[in-house]
């Protein structure tokens, strides 16, 4: 049985700087531009380092959440726990009626202890797809953004892999 973890993040050009050093007296200035949010919705499977996501410019609802949900429920080889945190758009009454078709197919859903983020490894993915793998020319234009979304979901588990314990 696989086990994955389920999440969505959202990616724009504005820049996710924590902090950073500079001269005293010399501001540090990074440009940013407004743009739409390239929302990704994502599946990690931590034991074989494989990731299935989907992106989308769209909004976040329940139904693109159900939709995800059926296009991954279509790939599985065998019965796959799916962990999810609990969301307004994973506890909705539309979502819940969707559970008994995706066990029909092999996936079954785990809801995580509510405002338990740190138990959920694609957290951590979007973390260093935000702040440790990101390329500068990413935030030049919504085009650059989107392709290095799309080459870290490429390459996971490839060229981009985080060790979990």
Known sequence: MDI???????????????????????????????????????????????LFASTTYDRVDTEVVIEVFNLFAETLTKDTIVV???????????????????????????????YSPQLNPIEQ????????????????SVEKMKNYVEKVIIGYGKEYEIKFG
């Open 4 to 50: 994955c973890y389920f999440d969505e993040s959202g990616f724009n050009l504005s820049p996710n700087i924590p902090y950073a050093w500079n001269t005293i007296g010399e501001t540090l200035s990074i440009p940013s531009n407004r743009s739409k949010n390239l929302n990704v919705l994502g599946f990690l499977n931590i034991n074989n380092s494989t």
């Open 125 to 140: 993915l979007w973390k260093f797809m935000k702040y440790y793998w990101i390329e500068l020319d990413a935030y030049k």
């Open 84 to 114: 999810v945190d609990n969301a307004p758009t994973h506890t909705s009454g539309k979502f819940k009626e969707q559970i008994k078709v995706w066990e029909e197919k092999g996936l079954r859903i785990f809801f995580l202890p509510p």
